[in-house]
T-cell receptor, first 114, second 118 residues
């Protein structure tokens, strides 16, 4: 158990809808990262938050947004969903924001857009 | 910009045989290097990492990797694999001096699926 909790584990929705994925980092970790994993694109970095503030931004679509709350949990909001958004979404956390730190990954949310 | 290439997308191997999963990176600066493993239906977990010092790094579950700066490689090895090693393995690189960039702290390769057969 990595200590990172992601909910829900599975999500099935229709095109055009909006969903929210939730992540609780390990106790004490200040950084939260979101990744999208798909068969064709592999593991894609979306966004990182550190202690409530956006720290780095990757290939995140404008239809997607995220935030980190004062209790350090994070939410990833996906709107106007398309079939191509179907993927496994991972959250990871680390103690700080340095590049030599170990990332702890949650088990992921499997999103299916029908 | 940094990048990571995992040369084999799939590696089938028999139980108790040795295995090497190849990883090459491109970077103009010194780097940190990592191997993560993803077991079926789970998130990724760290196997080992190279930050500095000895180029031979030992990780969990009997895995080791060797950093070769001249060949810009960080291949993962295990002398004798088990059925339980069946998983997807990801090589990753980060820049000690430039984090928070558009690729995030860690740049992952596309993964190598290791399939251990009895």
């Amino acid at each position: 158990d990595s200590g990172v909790t992601q909910t829900p584990k599975h999500l099935i929705t229709a095109t055009g809808q909006r969903v929210t994925l939730r992540c609780s980092p390990r106790s004490g970790d200040l950084s939260v990262y979101w990744y999208q994993q798909s068969l064709d694109q592999g593991l894609q970095f979306l966004i990182q938050y550190y202690n409530g503030e956006e720290r780095a931004k990757g290939n995140i679509l404008e239809r997607f947004s995220a935030q980190q709350f004062p209790d350090l949990h994070s939410e990833l909001n996906l709107s106007s969903l398309e079939l191509g958004d179907s993927a496994l979404y991972f959250c990871a956390s680390s103690e700080g924001d340095r590049s030599n730190e170990k990332l702890f990954f949650g088990s992921g949310t499997q999103l299916s857009v029908l | 910009a940094q990048s990571v290439t995992q040369l084999d997308s799939q590696v089938p191997v028999f139980e108790e045989a040795p295995v090497e999963l190849r990883c090459n990176y491109s970077s103009s600066v010194s780097v940190y290097l990592f191997w993560y493993v993803q077991y079926p239906n789970q998130g990724l977990q760290l196997l080992l990492k190279y930050l500095s010092g000895s180029t031979l790094v030992k990780g969990i579950n009997g895995f080791e990797a060797e950093f070769n700066k001249s060949q810009t490689s960080f291949h993962l090895r295990k002398p004798s694999v088990h059925i339980s090693d069946t998983a997807e393995y990801f090589c990753a690189v980060s820049d000690p001096l430039n984090y928070g960039g558009s690729q995030g702290n860690l740049i992952f390769g596309k993964g190598t699926k290791l399939s251990v057969k009895p």
